[in-house]
């Protein structure tokens, strides 16, 4: 008899360490948290979105206030010499000082970038006063996902349950081929932790899995709750204002890039996270820090500062879709915009920095790009 084959997570390079939680930046809108402040609001969800959220969440403006996420910060713990290899590999990274920009070329009117990051801390959601104007005052304001300023993951839900091969694994593709009975037992408990219903979704790719899980549980209760993540609020807010809100992607186009990302990369994330529940606290806690004060550069140098066995032809695949071809992507369409005069676009703090982000590209276009401090 044949021999099943298993997915070796053990040996496979531990990716999460180095990227898991950039992609709160990179993908924003893909968490499936809501908030339900009425019962006609919860009555509207997408059947399927509601499974996501059990009723103990959705209803949780009954109970307590959820905190805002806390913990330690990483960089404090570096030693003299880790925190210049650190400073150093962020000086290195293009236009990784400032997360505001405005954009000029002469005989158009300005125009601002705003990078994101997707948490509902106050301090991070409540903008400064000159983002807070040029949002008033924009024209138009662009997102990664139109659908953020009108729902928080409803129009995500909805692409899923219309869609399911995006969810539904392949032979050989499910964590039932890959993980041992003890290994399977901790990703149910790291879910119920979450508040997540396990049994509905332990079938489906290990890419919702991992993308679930990018999320710290004390920031998807705050969702759950009724805060609005920034780039959501930044989206309401435009909608409020009677301006146009328009997206640099789509729903599936933001589907079909995680879904390419290799499974080897996939299960050891999961894995990763589950083997280090307190250090991914931190690390989230930590960056949100950093971003707080536009320090984009360093947020991306920190993954580096984590010992890691993946080989570098991964390392290179996740950065070429999750990054450099979006990047392009969304660049690419926001020319039009920029070029209008006028308009405010907001996407993810990490599409802004290096060679392939947003400022960068804008600048070989022949704007003036130029960074506002906060």
Known sequence: ??????????????????????FAFFAGTFC????????EETASQPKLFEKFLPKALLEQKKHEEP????????????????????????????????????VEKKGTRPSYLFGTMHVSDPAIVNLAPSVKTALENADRVALELSEAADDNGKAMATKLAASPDFLTPKKGESFKDGLSREEFQKLKTTFETHGLPFQLIANNKPWFIWMT??????????????????????????KKLGKPVLGLETVDEQLSAIEKLPLSFQANSIEDYLDNPKFYANLFYTEMQLYKQSRIGEILALDTMFKTTVSEKDQDIFKDILMTKRNLRMSERALPLIEQGNSFIAVGAAHMVDDSGLVEQLRKHGYQVSPIKL
């Open 1 to 22: 008899m044949e021999k099943k084959s298993r997915i070796n997570f053990r040996m496979i390079a531990r990716f999460s360490r180095r990227f898991a939680f950039l």
């Open 32 to 39: 499936f948290s809501s908030p339900a402040s009425s019962s």
């Open 67 to 102: 905190p805002v996420c806390s913990g330690e910060d990483l960089t404090e713990k570096f030693s003299k010499e880790e925190n210049r290899k650190f400073l150093n590999r962020a000086k290195k990274i293009k236009n990784g000082n400032a997360r505001f920009w405005k």
């Open 213 to 238: 899980l990018s999320l710290p549980a004390c920031e998807a209760r705050r969702e759950a709750y009724g805060y609005h993540a920034l780039d959501v609020e930044i989206g309401q807010n435009a």
